[in-house]
């Protein structure tokens, strides 16, 4: 019975993220078996990550050992993130903080309008507005692909409305947030600094 019920909950976390909201069953099958899974994956030079409060779990890259001669190859891709996905991302993870911190429902929902406004500050001023609104439209969409947004099927005001998901919180942590602040304060320092010469 627990070959057979590895058999079914390995796959789904090798091809991403299993939720518990999504696949009831599987996850139950998951928090029941979660050491075996560790072991067996583990031989992959993987490691299960798992949080139940949330309700996500996912497999990550064991990290590289110092000592190692070689390196097994790499089953989970890494990606390299362009500077204004990696800055949603940031401030995304910001924005869900925050909403934690007010106490508020269990689902942050934003709106591309929501996203635009938080990525103006960080961006270039430009003449065209609704360019502006597409290109941060083309990054939302980057990080849905990525699983950290859900699109939802209904519309807020007739605009198209996103989940922010809780699995940012494992990729983003807060004493990375805490240091992306220092080093925004920093750079504020420096531009009012050079604003007085």
Same mark, same amino acid.
């Given at each position: 019975?627990?070959?057979?019920?590895?058999?079914?909950?390995?796959?789904?976390?090798?091809?991403?993220?299993?939720?518990?909201?999504? *696949?009831?069953?599987?996850? /139950?099958?998951?928090?029941?078996?979660?050491?075996?899974?560790?072991?067996?994956?583990?031989?992959?030079?993987?490691?299960?990550?798992?949080?139940?409060?949330?309700?996500?779990?996912?497999?990550?890259?064991?990290?590289?050992?110092?000592?190692?001669?070689?390196?097994?190859?790499?089953?989970?891709?890494?990606?390299?993130?362009?500077?204004?996905?990696?800055?949603?991302?940031?401030?995304?993870?910001?924005?869900?903080?925050?909403?934690?911190?007010?106490? %508020?429902?269990?689902?942050?929902?934003?709106?591309?309008?929501?996203?635009?406004?938080?990525?103006?500050?960080?961006?270039?001023?430009?003449? %065209?507005?609704?360019?502006?609104?597409? /290109?941060?439209?083309?990054?939302? %969409?980057?990080?849905?692909?990525?699983?950290?947004?859900?699109?939802?099927?209904?519309?807020?005001?007739?605009? /198209?409305?996103?989940?922010?998901?809780?699995?940012?919180?494992?990729?983003?942590?807060? *004493?990375?947030?805490?240091?992306?602040?220092?080093?925004?304060?920093?750079?504020?320092?420096?531009?009012?600094?050079?604003?007085?010469?």
């Amino acid at each position: 019975m627990e070959t057979a019920s590895l058999g079914q909950v390995v796959p789904l976390l090798l091809r991403g993220v299993l939720y518990r909201d999504e *696949e009831e069953r599987a996850w /139950q099958q998951l928090i029941e078996l979660q050491a075996a899974v560790r072991d067996y994956v583990g031989v992959l030079s993987l490691e299960l990550y798992l949080d139940e409060a949330e309700g996500y779990a996912f497999l990550r890259g064991r990290p590289d050992d110092e000592g190692a001669t070689a390196s097994p190859p790499r089953l989970v891709a890494r990606r390299q993130l362009s500077f204004p996905v990696s800055l949603l991302l940031a401030l995304l993870r910001k924005k869900l903080a925050e909403f934690d911190a007010g106490g %508020n429902d269990s689902k942050l929902v934003m709106s591309l309008d929501d996203a635009a406004e938080m990525m103006r500050v960080f961006m270039p001023a430009g003449s %065209n507005e609704a360019r502006f609104v597409d /290109q941060v439209e083309t990054h939302l %969409n980057k990080v849905a692909e990525l699983g950290f947004v859900r699109k939802l099927r209904g519309s807020r005001g007739g605009e /198209q409305a996103y989940e922010v998901r809780r699995i940012i919180k494992a990729f983003i942590d807060a *004493e990375w947030l805490t240091e992306l602040d220092e080093r925004l304060a920093e750079y504020r320092g420096h531009l009012a600094g050079g604003d007085d010469e």
